[in-house]
């Protein structure tokens, strides 16, 4: 059996996962692909109401009794330091050692980018971004905080251990899929000691894989260059930080922040799938988030159960939709998230029936 934990957490999260678990049920009922979802209420409402965010227990059991996990969104105004967030993502990602942030930056349809003249071809490639590491760690501090002499300090900590295992990750990667090129982004001129690093082991490895070509950027030219030349990509490779912001334009090549999808990997563990996007407060419970990312990453998820089938089908019926205009207002639709959702289901019943 395939036990998937499912935590819808808060906002449009709520909107959008209730989507993607219509898409999971439907193809787990066609197929018998034996998932049995198990939905959690972590999230703000729960933190609010209890104190409790995500207990201890609660990873060991992911750990140890689940396939995968799916995460709609987290974040909410009356939580405003993300405390609740922090246990439950950072508690994940960091706790079940999810150290490959995998995000596919994949365009559907030429009209959802915003770059003149681009087409799906030209916007097709994965950002692998560092995900236990760097300025995310949390260690640092306030020195005389309130005072008008404060000092906050945020360290940027990356190990030898850390940076070696993504950026393998990446040449693996692109070595399985026949892929030419990796691309790793740093910001070495100015961060001298975790630049140094980076450049080190990306030399390093670079010569494990004579075949790959082995591209560097300045993460603030390769910012410039996703838009100036997106078709140039091929797997870009990063610090969590930067890996953070550069998914967020990737979005925005797709068509927006609602058609992003992404997995959290630990290649020996359980692994967390979640869009891109985050709650959008302002969004929230009105029915017009769009939840094609968090099918899209449904879709993911399966991929990494070895369901590359049942994978396929989701993106082909998401792009159906997309070409039919089956799409919610942000990519020019006019669906709301539940029947945008629902086109898709039907979409994936006339594929099989075909
Ligand atoms: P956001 O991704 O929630 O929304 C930014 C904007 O992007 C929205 O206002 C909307 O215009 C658009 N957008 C995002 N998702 C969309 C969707 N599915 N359909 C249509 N439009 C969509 O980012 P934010 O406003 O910076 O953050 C809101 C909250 O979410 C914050 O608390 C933030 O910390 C949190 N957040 C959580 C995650 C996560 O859980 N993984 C990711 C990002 C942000
Ligand atoms: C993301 C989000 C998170 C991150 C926030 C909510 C902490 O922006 O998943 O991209 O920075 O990792
Ligand atoms: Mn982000």
């Known amino acids: 059996m395939n036990k998937i934990a499912v935590i819808p957490g808060d906002g449009i999260g709520v909107e959008v996962t209730r989507e993607a678990v219509n898409v999971l049920e439907l193809l787990n009922k066609k197929f018998l692909l034996d998932l049995q979802l198990v939905q959690f209420d972590y999230g703000a409402e729960k933190y609010l ?16 009794n689940y396939a995968a996990i799916f995460l709609g969104a987290l974040g909410d105004a009356r939580v405003p330091d993300m405390a609740h967030a922090r246990d439950i993502l950072f508690g994940m990602r960091f706790g079940l050692d999810q150290y490959v942030n995998l995000r596919p930056v994949k365009l559907f349809d030429e009209r959802l980018c915003p770059l003149k003249g681009k087409t799906a071809n030209d916007v097709d490639f994965v950002v692998f971004r560092e995900n236990t590491e760097g300025l995310y760690v949390g260690t640092g501090g306030f020195f005389k905080k309130g005072t008008a002499d404060e000092v906050a300090i ?25 892929l030419t090129k990796v691309t790793m982004s740093d910001k070495s001129n100015a961060l001298r000691f975790e630049g140094d690093l980076w450049q080190r082991v990306f030399r390093q490895l670079g010569e494990e894989f004579p075949d790959i070509e082995k591209e560097h950027w300045y993460i603030d030219a390769l910012a410039m260059q996703m838009i100036k030349r997106p078709e140039q990509f091929q797997v870009i490779v990063t610090n969590n930080m930067f890996g953070d912001i550069i998914t967020d334009i990737g979005a925005q090549l797709q068509g927006g922040l609602g058609m992003a999808a992404s997995g959290n990997i630990n290649p020996n563990g359980v692994c967390m799938f979640e869009p891109v996007h985050g709650s959008a407060p302002k969004y929230a419970g009105k029915n017009v988030a769009n939840p094609f990312g968090a ?11 070895g369901f590359q089938k049942q994978a396929q089908l989701i993106e082909t019926a998401v792009r159906k939709a997309v070409k039919e205009n089956k799409t919610t207002r942000d990519i020019g639709g006019t669906l709301g998230t539940a029947e945008a959702g629902s086109a898709v289901c039907e979409f994936l019943e006339t594929l099989w029936s075909d």
């Open 49 to 64: 109401k209890t104190g409790i965010s995500m207990p201890k227990e609660q990873l060991e059991d992911f750990r140890h």
């Open 154 to 178: 945020q360290e940027s900590v990356n190990t030898y251990k850390g940076v070696e295992r993504i950026i393998r990750h990446a040449f693996e990667y692109a070595k399985a899929r026949g």
């Open 295 to 305: 099918i899209l990453t449904a879709g993911l998820m399966l991929e990494h159960l």
